[in-house]
Structures are given as structure tokens and as C-alpha cells.
């Protein structure tokens, strides 16, 4: 229930996790106030009035780890850093290398991390911002009627820091919830609790919610699909490499280690961790791989209720919609009919005392990250340490402070722009939008490879583009959440069970467009196919995205980009395969389709064959989104850069073109140093491409990168002509 993979067609620019212990939705402006550039000047303007109050303010440092260590953030880094280059490399061998090189050797990864780069830079700068927002609030008594986000997130952020009472509650505040497990008497109540257990947030056997009728966007309907894994991938499960097989024992071992601690004796918790093991197996050997997931017609299988009967026999439809209480389901989209076919079988074959143990199982490992140190602890050393290689747990307070923008993000968030980002920033954002999508609408017009129906078509859709921007008109309504200072783990229990109604009772009822998939302080971008948008939260417009002290050509380089990126998924692999209206309808010329699978298909190709360690390559596949709106941004910015700087003197700066300084501005957000462990993670699992080739990979191919830095035919950053991948 807690994770919406098969039904939420949102990409997103940063290869951040997404999963609520790894994506950290902060930061906090900081702008200095000096001369820049006419691009930059209108929103200087609309941004110094609240900026004045914040640069004042002392900000507090970053808190010691337990063991002394500190992530290190510049708090005022310039626009482009000449430090960080590495001049020994020439750009025509590695691009990412010869802008940020030094920085890299440098710069260390803090050892509660498993990756350090820009992106986390600018998360820890609003780490500080929402701490000094969630203890005001945790330090002021507010009534919860008149002030109801005050208290929530004062509240919630109080009982995630009382840690001496979390430690000597351990797993006690839970022990209703066990002792329901326990009471199972028959395939029925195995059914009820599987149930509960999906309205309390824990993703046990399958996942079910809401999400847009994908060929009636306007309607909102039922949704059931894959899940009830508790490592990242089916591909975890089923490989039979030395290595999947290591970590399985070591997953094995994590399990029994969790239920020792619940109590059980070591050799039942050991027989107990294989049964979930073997359970887990089997719904992964019937679940879709990633790549296989991308494809939004095989994911729409809309059923009645009697189909959907028909498919799973053994379980009753009706007694599961009664027990959430969906009271008028309606047709339900099943993402993956092969899995529920296979779930039945598992469902009728199992005994009833492994059901026991594998909910048990499902519930301690949802619940881990909010119980005592012991929990967070070994759900850290394996989802943390064997997964993706970090040496330490981070500091209680930045795990409460993500815990609470997950349980109340708009409640967090909306006292987080009040001190950070100001209501008028928006125009300018929207200025620099609608230069993206006029760039955008040129380059369709003259595309070679597309006829000129499919073009109208596209245009169509581009100028129905909605655009959000830094904070919702409408803020989420939490009056009917109980928030108190009681038990951590409740507090997140009930804010899952929440948002899970909020979910349910959307279904049978008209989309409501107003509504965000991010919360403010988030420091990423998205667009939503289904709702035709690109949304961009306050908390990516900063540096290195957008830097009032830089120069037009960073700005391009870096917030342009970003901009161009999500408009590009609007026509990428999936994203083309929408209407204006957000439909799943074909909406190309079979000689257009026919041109664009031919360029994706390269562009799978090209990325395939990047090796970022030795034995493993980029998944072109699962990537090819992300890798098309690369490219596609960093085209879309430089067309756009290109009209706005036509005419104004071509001065360089530091000793570099503002062509040149385009692509360096493109670069620096792309530095990163990454730990082994979590490259090979992100490798088995994320449909974004490492840092390193998100950066050389789309200059490669661009004509103007070449230009602007005379590079030679012959040379590593230029892709020979016949190779050379160009789609938007």
C-alpha cells in the first residue's frame, strides 16, 4: 500500500531513492545579494524581501554524527567554482571529469551517507531550514484548531526526538497489532489482516490505491498491482550470480535478527526468516521486471469486479473492499494479472502459521525506522550498510525531520515557504518556463523525423502543459489526522493510515488537478503524464539549479535543464505515448512512431554500453526515459540560452565562453561521489544513469557541446556522426 510503482507514471529529474528512509525533501535558500546579470535581476527583485530575514539569520552547522563526523556543506558556493576543475584532463576526454575532477578527489563521502554530491549539498543546506522550522513548532504550544500545522508538526517532530522513551517502549507500542497477527484462525482472517495491515501503510502481499483512470484521465479508479517484497527488487529474489545469492543469506539473516528481537528464540526466528524467504520468492518469480513495468499499455488491465473475481478465485474481492471500506470500488486497473494469478495460488497454498510469520514480518520491517535504536539500528546495518555501502546511521534529527515531511508534507511545507519562498518567485519561474516550452515548440516545428500531423499533435500537447511551481494554490487539510507527542511509531502509523483513506475515497470521483505529488521543500522535479504537468517544488530552486549570482549561461545550464528535462518526458518512451489530456491514446503517425523507436532505440543502445564498474552496465532499457529527457533538456536549454542571449556581448567569464559556460553549469550538477555498494544498488534498480554518464552522456551527442569547445571528431566526448542520437 505504501508504494504506488506500477500506477504513478511521474519522472522525476534527480536519481534520488524514493522510498521514505532515502528521499530527503530539503533545503533552504541561500541567495547573497550582489550584482548580477539582466537574466537574474526581475528575480532578484522578488526575492530579496524574504530573503533579507533569512541570510541575517545565524544557521545552525550541521549536527555530529555519534561518531564525530560531519557533513560538510559550503554555504555560499559561487556560481561555477574554478577549484573544482580538474585542468590536467582535457574536456574532449571526460567532460565530468575536467569540470569537477578536483572536487571529486576532495571530496569524501560522509560516512552516513552511501552518495555525496551536489544534490545532497543542497539537501543538507535545507536540512538546517526545516530543523529550525520543525523545533519552533515542537517549542510552541498551538491550539489545533486555529493553528493545526503548527501543532502536527510540532508534535510529530517531538515524539520522532524523544528518544530516551522510543528506546524504552521498544516494540511495545505495536503489541496490539501482534497480538491480532497471532489471533489468525483461518484463511479469512489472513485475508482481514492483509487488509489492515494495507490501511496502516505496511505493502504486505500486494498493492492496492487509487490513481488516474490512464484512458479516462478525468476519472479516478481503483488500482491493484505487484508488491509484498521486502528487498528493493524481484531481481534480488531471482538471480543466480554469486553475489544475489550472498546477499539472500544476508537478507535471510537480517530477518532473523528482526524477529529475535521481537523475542523469539534464535532457532525459530532463523526457521522463520527462511519461510519468509521462500514466500517472498514466490510473488517475485511472478512479478514483471522493472523494464517490463515501463510500459503503460501492458499496465492498464481495467476489470470489472467479476473479473477480477475470476482472477483470484481463492480471494474474496468483497470481504478485502469491505475490511479498507471502499464501499463503491467500481472497475479496478489490475497492473499485473500474472502476479495476481500467481497470488492466488500462494494465498490458498500457504499454511496459515507462515502467513503469521511473513505479516509479522511485513509489519517490523515497515515499522523499523520509528522503534527503538536496536530496530533502526539492524534494519540500518542491512537496507543502509549491505545494500548500499554507508558507514553510519544518520543523526536522529535529519531522520525525524524526513520522517515528518513523508507524514506531513504540506503541513511542513507550508510553513517552510512561509520563511524561505516568497509567492512572487513564481513569475519568474514561469518566465523561464515559457522560454523552455517556445524552444521546445521551434525545435517540434522543424523536426525532420516527424510528419506534420503528428507535429500539430504534439504542439498541441506541449501548449496544454500545466506548470506548478514552488507550493500548492490549495493546502492539504489535516484536520482529521490525530498528531500528539505519544508513541513515534503511531504518530507515522496514523499518518499513513491518512493519507491511505484520503487515497481510497478519491476513487468513483472526478481528478482534482490541484493536487501535488511532491511536497514543497522537495528538493527534485516532476512530470505527470496522466496530468500533462511539470511541477517544480521551492526546494529545487536554489543552487546549483538557479544561482541569482550567476551568470545567464549557469541558469540555462542548470534550472533550464531542469525545465527541459521534464518537458521532454511528456515525449519521451512513455511519456509520447499520452494525449494532451493525459490519455493513453495513440496519437502518432505509424511512420512517426516508426522514426522515434528507431532514436530511442540508439539511445538504448548508447547507454548500454557505458560500464560504470567492471562487469555491470547501464540497463539502457530501464533508463532510456530518464537518458531521453537528458538530452532532450540539455537541447531544449541551449536553444533557449541561445535566444536569450542573442545579442548581448559574448564576454567571457574566468576565462570561458557563455557557450562554454553553459555546458560547465550542466556539469557541476552532476557531481557526485558514489559508494560501490549503492552504485550497484542504483544499477539493479534505478531508471536513472549515474551522475558520471548523465553528464557526458547527452554532450556527446550535441553538436553545440563540440562547437563551443572545439573538439575534434576523433576525440571520447564526441560520438561518431552515424552514432550520434538526436530526438527532440
Given at each position: 500500500?505504501?508504494?504506488?510503482?506500477?500506477?504513478?507514471?511521474?519522472?522525476?529529474?534527480?536519481?534520488?531513492?524514493?522510498?521514505?528512509?532515502?528521499?530527503?525533501?530539503?533545503?533552504?535558500?541561500?541567495?547573497?545579494?550582489?550584482?548580477?546579470?539582466?537574466?537574474?535581476?526581475?528575480?532578484?527583485?522578488t526575492?530579496?524581501?524574504?530573503?533579507?530575514?533569512?541570510?541575517?539569520?545565524?544557521q545552525?552547522?550541521?549536527?555530529?554524527s555519534?561518531?564525530?563526523?560531519?557533513?560538510?556543506?559550503e554555504?555560499?558556493?559561487?556560481?561555477?567554482?574554478?577549484?573544482?576543475m580538474?585542468?590536467?584532463?582535457?574536456?574532449?576526454?571526460?567532460?565530468?571529469?575536467?569540470a569537477?575532477?578536483?572536487?571529486?578527489?576532495?571530496?569524501?563521502?560522509?560516512?552516513?551517507?552511501?552518495?555525496?554530491?551536489?544534490?545532497?549539498?543542497?539537501?543538507?543546506?535545507?536540512?538546517?531550514?526545516?530543523k529550525?522550522?520543525?523545533?519552533?513548532?515542537?517549542?510552541?504550544?498551538?491550539?489545533?484548531?486555529?493553528?493545526?500545522?503548527?501543532?502536527?508538526?510540532?508534535?510529530?517532530?517531538?515524539?520522532?526526538?524523544?528518544?530516551?522513551?522510543?528506546?524504552?517502549?521498544?516494540?511495545?507500542?505495536?503489541?496490539?497489532?501482534?497480538?491480532?497477527?497471532?489471533?489468525?484462525?483461518?484463511?479469512g482472517?489472513?485475508?482481514?489482516?492483509?487488509?489492515?495491515?494495507?490501511?496502516?501503510?505496511?505493502?504486505?502481499?500486494?498493492?492496492?490505491?487509487?490513481?488516474?483512470?490512464?484512458?479516462?484521465?478525468?476519472?479516478?479508479?481503483?488500482?491493484?498491482?505487484?508488491?509484498?517484497l521486502?528487498?528493493?527488487?524481484?531481481?534480488?529474489?531471482?538471480?543466480?550470480d554469486?553475489?544475489?545469492?550472498?546477499?539472500?543469506?544476508?537478507?535471510?539473516?537480517?530477518?532473523?535478527?528482526?524477529?529475535?528481537?521481537?523475542?523469539?528464540?534464535?532457532?525459530a526466528?532463523?526457521?522463520h526468516?527462511?519461510?519468509v524467504?521462500?514466500?517472498?520468492?514466490?510473488?517475485?518469480?511472478?512479478?514483471?521486471?522493472?523494464?517490463?513495468?515501463?510500459?503503460?499499455?501492458?499496465?492498464?488491465?481495467?476489470?470489472?469486479?467479476?473479473?477480477?473475481?475470476?482472477?483470484?478465485?481463492?480471494?474474496?474481492?468483497?470481504?478485502?473492499?469491505?475490511?479498507?471500506?471502499?464501499?463503491?470500488?467500481?472497475?479496478?486497473?489490475?497492473?499485473?494479472?500474472?502476479?495476481?494469478?500467481?497470488?492466488?495460488?500462494?494465498f490458498?497454498?500457504?499454511?496459515?502459521?507462515?502467513?503469521?510469520?511473513y505479516?509479522?514480518?511485513?509489519?517490523?520491517?515497515?515499522?523499523?525506522?520509528?522503534?527503538?535504536s536496536?530496530?533502526?539500528?539492524?534494519?540500518?546495518?542491512?537496507?543502509?550498510?549491505?545494500?548500499?555501502?554507508?558507514?553510519?546511521l544518520?543523526?536522529?534529527?535529519?531522520?525525524?525531520?524526513t520522517?515528518?515531511?513523508?507524514?506531513?508534507?504540506?503541513?511542513?511545507?507550508?510553513?517552510?515557504?512561509?520563511?524561505?519562498?516568497?509567492?512572487?518567485?513564481?513569475?519568474r519561474?514561469l518566465?523561464?518556463?515559457?522560454?523552455?516550452?517556445?524552444?521546445?515548440?521551434?525545435?517540434?516545428?522543424?523536426?525532420?523525423?516527424?510528419?506534420?500531423?503528428?507535429?500539430?499533435?504534439?504542439?498541441?500537447?506541449?501548449?496544454?502543459?500545466?506548470?506548478?511551481?514552488?507550493?500548492?494554490?490549495?493546502?492539504?487539510?489535516?484536520?482529521?489526522?490525530?498528531?500528539?507527542?505519544?508513541?513515534?511509531?503511531?504518530?507515522?502509523?496514523?499518518?499513513?493510515?491518512?493519507?491511505?483513506?484520503?487515497?481510497?475515497?478519491?476513487?468513483?470521483k472526478?481528478?482534482?488537478?490541484?493536487?501535488?505529488g511532491?511536497?514543497?521543500?522537495?528538493?527534485?522535479?516532476?512530470?505527470?503524464?496522466?496530468?500533462?504537468?511539470?511541477?517544480?517544488?521551492?526546494?529545487?530552486?536554489?543552487?546549483?539549479?538557479?544561482?541569482?549570482?550567476?551568470?545567464?549561461?549557469?541558469?540555462?545550464?542548470?534550472?533550464?535543464?531542469?525545465?527541459?528535462?521534464?518537458?521532454?518526458?511528456?515525449?519521451?518512451?512513455?511519456?509520447?505515448?499520452?494525449?494532451a489530456?493525459?490519455?493513453?491514446?495513440?496519437?502518432?503517425?505509424?511512420?512517426?512512431?516508426a522514426?522515434?523507436?528507431?532514436?530511442?532505440?540508439?539511445?538504448?543502445k548508447?547507454?548500454?554500453e557505458?560500464?560504470?564498474?567492471?562487469?555491470?552496465?547501464?540497463n539502457?532499457?530501464?533508463?532510456?526515459?530518464?537518458?531521453?529527457?537528458?538530452?532532450?533538456?540539455?537541447?531544449?536549454?541551449?536553444?533557449?540560452?541561445?535566444?536569450?542571449?542573442a545579442?548581448?556581448?559574448?564576454?567571457k567569464?574566468?576565462?570561458?565562453?557563455?557557450?562554454?559556460?553553459?555546458?560547465?553549469?550542466?556539469?557541476?550538477?552532476?557531481?557526485?561521489?558514489?559508494?560501490?555498494?549503492?552504485?550497484?544498488?542504483?544499477?539493479?534498480?534505478?531508471?536513472?544513469?549515474?551522475?558520471?554518464?548523465?553528464?557526458?552522456?547527452?554532450?556527446?551527442?550535441?553538436?553545440?557541446?563540440?562547437?563551443?569547445?572545439?573538439?575534434?571528431?576523433?576525440?571520447?566526448?564526441?560520438?561518431?556522426?552515424?552514432?550520434?542520437?538526436?530526438?527532440?
Amino acid at each position: 500500500m505504501a508504494t504506488r510503482l506500477d500506477v504513478d507514471h511521474r519522472c522525476h529529474y534527480t536519481n534520488q531513492p524514493t522510498d521514505k528512509d532515502e528521499v530527503e525533501r530539503r533545503l533552504r535558500l541561500v541567495l547573497n545579494r550582489y550584482q548580477v546579470t539582466n537574466m537574474i535581476k526581475k528575480l532578484l527583485v522578488t526575492l530579496l524581501c524574504s530573503l533579507g530575514v533569512f541570510c541575517l539569520r545565524a544557521q545552525p552547522e550541521p549536527e555530529k554524527s555519534s561518531a564525530g563526523a560531519t557533513s560538510k556543506v559550503e554555504k555560499n558556493p559561487p556560481a561555477f567554482d574554478l577549484k573544482n576543475m580538474d585542468k590536467s584532463i582535457k574536456p574532449q576526454d571526460d567532460f565530468y571529469l575536467y569540470a569537477n575532477g578536483t572536487w571529486l578527489k576532495n571530496t569524501p563521502i560522509p560516512p552516513e551517507e552511501s552518495r555525496w554530491g551536489s544534490f545532497n549539498q543542497l539537501i543538507e543546506k535545507n536540512n538546517d531550514a526545516l530543523k529550525v522550522v520543525a523545533e519552533k513548532a515542537a517549542k510552541t504550544t498551538a491550539d489545533p484548531k486555529s493553528n493545526p500545522e503548527v501543532q502536527k508538526v510540532g508534535d510529530y517532530y517531538a515524539s520522532g526526538m524523544n528518544e530516551q522513551e522510543i528506546d524504552a517502549d521498544k516494540a511495545k507500542p505495536l503489541a496490539d497489532e501482534f497480538k491480532q497477527i497471532d489471533a489468525i484462525k483461518d484463511r479469512g482472517d489472513v485475508l482481514k489482516e492483509i487488509a489492515h495491515l494495507h490501511n496502516i501503510g505496511v505493502g504486505a502481499f500486494f498493492g492496492f490505491t487509487s490513481g488516474q483512470d490512464d484512458k479516462n484521465s478525468t476519472m479516478v479508479i481503483a488500482q491493484a498491482f505487484q508488491g509484498g517484497l521486502g528487498m528493493p527488487d524481484r531481481d534480488y529474489y531471482t538471480k543466480e550470480d554469486d553475489a544475489s545469492k550472498k546477499l539472500r543469506e544476508q537478507y535471510v539473516a537480517h530477518v532473523t535478527k528482526m524477529l529475535t528481537l521481537l523475542g523469539e528464540p534464535a532457532d525459530a526466528a532463523a526457521a522463520h526468516a527462511k519461510t519468509v524467504m521462500t514466500l517472498e520468492t514466490s510473488l517475485a518469480t511472478a512479478s514483471r521486471t522493472r523494464v517490463e513495468r515501463r510500459d503503460p499499455q501492458k499496465n492498464y488491465n481495467k476489470m470489472t469486479q467479476a473479473e477480477l473475481q475470476q482472477l483470484m478465485p481463492d480471494w474474496k474481492w468483497a470481504d478485502y473492499f469491505k475490511a479498507i471500506n471502499l464501499v463503491e470500488p467500481g472497475d479496478v486497473n489490475v497492473g499485473q494479472p500474472d502476479f495476481f494469478k500467481a497470488a492466488n495460488g500462494v494465498f490458498a497454498n500457504t499454511s496459515l502459521d507462515d502467513w503469521k510469520t511473513y505479516l509479522r514480518w511485513q509489519l517490523i520491517h515497515e515499522a523499523a525506522p520509528e522503534l527503538s535504536s536496536d530496530f533502526v539500528n539492524e534494519n540500518f546495518n542491512f537496507f543502509g550498510s549491505t545494500l548500499t555501502g554507508t558507514k553510519q546511521l544518520k543523526p536522529r534529527w535529519k531522520r525525524v525531520v524526513t520522517s515528518t515531511d513523508g507524514a506531513l508534507g504540506e503541513a511542513l511545507g507550508k510553513l517552510y515557504v512561509a520563511d524561505y519562498f516568497p509567492p512572487e518567485s513564481k513569475a519568474r519561474m514561469l518566465e523561464l518556463v515559457n522560454n523552455l516550452k517556445a524552444a521546445l515548440a521551434d525545435r517540434i516545428k522543424t523536426l525532420e523525423w516527424m510528419d506534420e500531423p503528428t507535429k500539430q499533435e504534439a504542439l498541441k500537447k506541449l501548449a496544454a502543459f500545466a506548470v506548478k511551481i514552488g507550493y500548492p494554490d490549495k493546502w492539504r487539510d489535516y484536520s482529521l489526522l490525530k498528531i500528539d507527542r505519544g508513541p513515534y511509531v503511531l504518530n507515522a502509523m496514523r499518518a499513513d493510515t491518512f493519507e491511505i483513506d484520503r487515497e481510497l475515497k478519491k476513487i468513483g470521483k472526478p481528478v482534482d488537478r490541484s493536487e501535488w505529488g511532491m511536497s514543497p521543500p522537495t528538493v527534485n522535479a516532476y512530470y505527470n503524464p496522466n496530468m500533462n504537468e511539470i511541477v517544480f517544488p521551492a526546494g529545487i530552486l536554489q543552487p546549483p539549479f538557479f544561482n541569482p549570482n550567476a551568470d545567464d549561461a549557469i541558469n540555462y545550464g542548470g534550472i533550464g535543464a531542469v525545465i527541459g528535462h521534464e518537458m521532454t518526458h511528456g515525449f519521451d518512451d512513455q511519456g509520447r505515448q499520452f494525449d494532451a489530456e493525459g490519455n493513453l491514446k495513440d496519437w502518432w503517425s505509424a511512420e512517426s512512431a516508426a522514426k522515434f523507436k528507431e532514436r530511442s532505440g540508439a539511445i538504448v543502445k548508447q547507454y548500454s554500453e557505458y560500464e560504470p564498474l567492471k562487469g555491470l552496465h547501464i540497463n539502457g532499457e530501464l533508463t532510456q526515459g530518464e537518458n531521453i529527457a537528458d538530452l532532450g533538456g540539455v537541447k531544449i536549454a541551449y536553444a533557449a540560452f541561445q535566444k536569450a542571449n542573442a545579442g548581448k556581448p559574448q564576454d567571457k567569464i574566468d576565462g570561458f565562453t557563455p557557450d562554454q559556460r553553459f555546458f560547465l553549469g550542466w556539469a557541476q550538477v552532476w557531481r557526485a561521489n558514489i559508494r560501490d555498494e549503492a552504485l550497484k544498488l542504483r544499477l539493479n534498480t534505478d531508471p536513472h544513469s549515474p551522475t558520471h554518464y548523465r553528464c557526458n552522456g547527452p554532450l556527446s551527442d550535441s553538436v553545440e557541446f563540440q562547437k563551443a569547445f572545439n573538439l575534434p571528431d576523433s576525440c571520447q566526448m564526441v560520438r561518431p556522426a552515424d552514432k550520434r542520437v538526436t530526438i527532440w
